[in-house]
Protein backbone atom coordinates (compact mmCIF):
# COMPACT_ATOMS: atom_id res chain seq x y z
CA UNK A 1 0.00 0.00 0.00
CA UNK A 2 3.34 2.57 0.79
CA UNK A 3 4.34 1.85 -2.51
CA UNK A 4 0.99 3.04 -4.21
CA UNK A 5 1.10 6.12 -2.18
CA UNK A 6 4.62 6.89 -3.06
CA UNK A 7 4.45 6.14 -6.53
CA UNK A 8 1.38 8.73 -6.49
CA UNK A 9 3.45 11.67 -5.09
CA UNK A 10 6.46 10.57 -7.14
CA UNK A 11 3.88 11.14 -10.59
CA UNK A 12 2.16 14.25 -9.11
CA UNK A 13 5.69 16.14 -8.66
CA UNK A 14 6.86 14.74 -11.82
CA UNK A 15 3.86 16.99 -13.24
CA UNK A 16 5.75 20.16 -12.11
CA UNK A 17 8.56 19.12 -14.15
CA UNK A 18 6.36 18.41 -17.23
CA UNK A 19 5.23 21.99 -17.05
CA UNK A 20 8.97 22.93 -17.35
CA UNK A 21 9.10 21.89 -20.69
CA UNK A 22 8.05 24.54 -22.84
CA UNK A 23 9.66 26.89 -20.61
CA UNK A 24 12.11 28.21 -23.04
CA UNK A 25 10.05 28.29 -26.04
CA UNK A 26 7.72 30.44 -24.22
CA UNK A 27 10.40 32.74 -23.37
CA UNK A 28 11.54 32.66 -26.69
CA UNK A 29 7.81 33.77 -27.84
CA UNK A 30 7.67 36.58 -25.31
CA UNK A 31 10.73 38.44 -26.49
CA UNK A 32 9.79 37.83 -30.13
CA UNK A 33 8.57 41.09 -30.29
CA UNK A 34 10.70 42.60 -27.19
CA UNK A 35 7.51 42.89 -24.87
CA UNK A 36 8.76 42.88 -21.44
CA UNK A 37 5.56 43.18 -20.12
CA UNK A 38 4.73 39.61 -21.69
CA UNK A 39 8.18 37.89 -20.55
CA UNK A 40 7.55 39.68 -16.76
CA UNK A 41 4.03 37.80 -16.48
CA UNK A 42 5.21 34.41 -17.79
CA UNK A 43 8.31 34.65 -15.12
CA UNK A 44 6.10 35.68 -11.96
CA UNK A 45 3.76 32.58 -13.52
CA UNK A 46 6.43 30.11 -13.35
CA UNK A 47 8.21 31.31 -10.33
CA UNK A 48 6.13 29.09 -8.23
CA UNK A 49 6.28 26.06 -10.74
CA UNK A 50 10.29 26.60 -10.11
CA UNK A 51 9.65 26.22 -6.83
CA UNK A 52 7.52 23.62 -6.58
CA UNK A 53 9.63 21.87 -8.74
CA UNK A 54 12.60 22.49 -6.06
CA UNK A 55 10.28 20.38 -3.31
CA UNK A 56 9.27 18.14 -5.48
CA UNK A 57 13.74 17.51 -6.47
CA UNK A 58 13.68 16.10 -2.78
CA UNK A 59 10.58 14.43 -2.89
CA UNK A 60 11.32 12.21 -6.18
CA UNK A 61 13.94 11.57 -4.75
CA UNK A 62 13.15 10.16 -1.14
CA UNK A 63 10.23 8.28 -2.92
CA UNK A 64 12.26 6.85 -6.65
CA UNK A 65 14.63 5.23 -3.36
CA UNK A 66 12.40 3.62 -2.32
CA UNK A 67 10.54 2.49 -5.16
CA UNK A 68 13.82 1.46 -6.92
CA UNK A 69 13.90 -2.32 -6.75
CA UNK A 70 17.61 -2.45 -6.89
CA UNK A 71 20.36 0.41 -6.39
CA UNK A 72 23.33 -1.43 -8.14
CA UNK A 73 22.34 -1.27 -12.03
CA UNK A 74 23.02 0.77 -14.77
CA UNK A 75 19.67 2.49 -15.22
CA UNK A 76 19.53 3.45 -11.50
CA UNK A 77 22.73 5.00 -11.50
CA UNK A 78 22.10 7.04 -15.17
CA UNK A 79 18.65 7.99 -13.15
CA UNK A 80 20.48 9.53 -10.13
CA UNK A 81 23.15 11.35 -12.20
CA UNK A 82 20.48 12.69 -14.85
CA UNK A 83 18.67 13.76 -11.32
CA UNK A 84 21.49 15.64 -10.08
CA UNK A 85 21.80 17.42 -13.29
CA UNK A 86 18.23 17.99 -13.09
CA UNK A 87 18.65 19.65 -9.52
CA UNK A 88 21.60 21.85 -10.64
CA UNK A 89 20.04 23.80 -14.07
CA UNK A 90 16.62 23.97 -12.03
CA UNK A 91 18.89 25.92 -9.52
CA UNK A 92 20.05 28.03 -12.19
CA UNK A 93 16.66 28.50 -13.99
CA UNK A 94 15.40 29.78 -10.50
CA UNK A 95 18.16 32.27 -10.29
CA UNK A 96 17.80 33.62 -13.65
CA UNK A 97 13.78 34.02 -12.99
CA UNK A 98 14.33 36.15 -9.81
CA UNK A 99 17.64 38.30 -11.62
CA UNK A 100 15.23 39.07 -14.51
CA UNK A 101 12.35 39.60 -12.69
CA UNK A 102 14.19 41.71 -10.19
CA UNK A 103 15.85 43.97 -13.70
CA UNK A 104 12.16 44.49 -14.77
CA UNK A 105 10.55 45.57 -11.76
CA UNK A 106 13.08 47.74 -10.79
CA UNK A 107 13.53 49.47 -14.36
CA UNK A 108 10.57 48.68 -15.47
CA UNK A 109 12.75 47.40 -19.07
CA UNK A 110 15.80 45.10 -19.01
CA UNK A 111 18.66 47.22 -19.14
CA UNK A 112 20.44 44.29 -21.19
CA UNK A 113 19.68 40.73 -22.51
CA UNK A 114 22.36 39.05 -20.91
CA UNK A 115 20.58 38.19 -17.90
CA UNK A 116 17.78 36.57 -20.62
CA UNK A 117 19.74 34.96 -22.67
CA UNK A 118 21.45 33.10 -19.72
CA UNK A 119 17.77 32.32 -18.24
CA UNK A 120 17.21 30.82 -22.18
CA UNK A 121 20.52 29.00 -22.32
CA UNK A 122 19.82 27.62 -19.08
CA UNK A 123 16.00 26.43 -19.44
CA UNK A 124 16.90 24.78 -22.49
CA UNK A 125 19.76 22.39 -20.88
CA UNK A 126 16.41 21.99 -17.83
CA UNK A 127 14.42 20.77 -20.53
CA UNK A 128 16.42 18.35 -22.42
CA UNK A 129 17.30 16.93 -18.91
CA UNK A 130 13.60 16.48 -18.52
CA UNK A 131 13.24 15.15 -21.26
CA UNK A 132 16.10 12.56 -21.15
CA UNK A 133 14.35 11.77 -17.44
CA UNK A 134 11.14 11.22 -18.46
CA UNK A 135 12.87 8.80 -21.64
CA UNK A 136 15.18 7.12 -19.03
CA UNK A 137 11.47 6.41 -17.05
CA UNK A 138 10.41 5.19 -20.11
CA UNK A 139 12.72 2.93 -21.47
CA UNK A 140 13.08 1.18 -18.07
CA UNK A 141 9.60 -1.02 -19.63
CA UNK A 142 10.64 -1.05 -23.46
Given amino acids: MLEIIFYGIHLVFSLFFFLL ?19 QRLLRFYKPILFIAHIGVIVSLLTGVYLATSWLNFWFLAVLVVWLVLSAYL ?9 VLEQIEQHSALKSYDDVSKLRRAS ?19
Wanted: zero cysteines; a positive charge; proline letters at 2%.
Fill in 21 to 39: IPFVWLIKGSLLERNVVAL
Fill in 91 to 99: GITAKYVRL
Fill in 124 to 142: LVLMIITVLMFALKLLRYV
